[in-house]
């Protein structure tokens, strides 16, 4: 929840990024900080949340993790202004794509809007997509891996070099993706049979080179297929899995259940993931302008 606060701070001062050239902030820089004011919206009052997501619903007491804003060194953010982000995005369409960690972050822009129209103004239609009348509408599509899974006669296969949802989704004026959660599930919590790789199948290769040459399909759909004048991109960048305490000093732990304070710092513990390296060497070198894609480090 927290990290996903400071990427739709991000999103929208990225959305203004006149506002952070010209003071010229690494946003990405600073720490949390305990803030009264916060939240901006009551997920008890907002119809989007799924259940599964709605720890106060299903019993949670405490509420001070939700009470954390993102403070960068250098410069403040701007407080989120849901009527006037209306205002910026009147009549576009906005995109999220990618797994679970896309989903809640379109579940919390939708609260942050619906609470800012007083809900009077904003509809939430079939798969997870919101519209408000003033034209905004913000959609989830969910794509674990962005590149296709297809099924064969022989099986559920992964293709590294096919990205066909990209017809739909260039349509956008702002796509906001993100993928990397799922690339080393096996067993019965991985999704495909067998990895195809420039027209060769397998039953499995390294996982991180797989994860890299999908972004590479990704990164070339970009350049050849994307208007980036009309259309804005972000990509979110890659946030560790939570599932090793040894990563920030509670050796033994194996989940965040029990956690209630975001780590202090600019920095995880154990550095960036390698993941983290690789999305950024890969966007940065398979695209060839820099401006197109913004990420969200
Ligand atoms: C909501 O709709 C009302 C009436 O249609 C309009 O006056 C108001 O500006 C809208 N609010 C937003 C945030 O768009
Ligand atoms: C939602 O989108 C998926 C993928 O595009 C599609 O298969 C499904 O039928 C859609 N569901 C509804 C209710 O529109
Ligand atoms: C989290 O870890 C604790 C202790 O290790 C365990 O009891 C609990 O079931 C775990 N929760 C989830 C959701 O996995
Ligand atoms: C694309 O990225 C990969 C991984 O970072 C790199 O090895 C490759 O040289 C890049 N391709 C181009 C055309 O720059």
Known sequence: MLILASLYVVLYTGLCSAYVKQKGCNVYEGKWV?????????SRKCPFIRKEFDCIKYGRSDDQ??????????????????????????????????????????????CLLYTASYGSNVTHEANE??????????????????????????????????????ELWKQADVLIFNTWLWWYR????????YIEDDGVIMEDMDRMVAFTKALMTWAKW??????TYQ???????VSPAHYRGAEW??????NCS?????????????????????VKETLSSNISSSNSVHLLT
């Open 34 to 42: 305990y803030d009264e004011s916060y939240p901006l919206f009551n």
């Open 65 to 110: 993790y939700l009470k954390y804003r993102w403070q960068p060194n250098d410069c403040d953010l701007p407080r989120f202004d849901g009527v006037e982000f209306m205002r910026i995005l009147k009549g576009k369409k906005v995109i999220f794509t990618g797994d679970s960690i896309s989903l809640n972050q379109w579940q919390s822009l939708t």
């Open 129 to 166: 997509s919101m519209s408000t009348d003033c034209g905004v509408s913000i959609a989830y599509f969910t794509s674990h891996y962005l590149v296709d899974i297809e099924t064969e006669q022989f099986g559920r296969v992964l293709k590294l070099d096919s990205l066909k949802n990209g």
């Open 186 to 193: 096996r067993g019965i919590k991985q999704p495909w049979d």
């Open 222 to 227: 970009v350049d050849s297929d994307v208007n």
């Open 231 to 237: 259309t804005k991109i972000f990509f979110r960048g």
């Open 249 to 254: 000093n509670e050796p033994g732990v194996r």
């Open 258 to 278: 029990k956690e209630t304070r975001p780590l202090t710092g600019s920095t995880y513990p154990t550095g960036v993931p390698l993941a983290a390296k690789v």
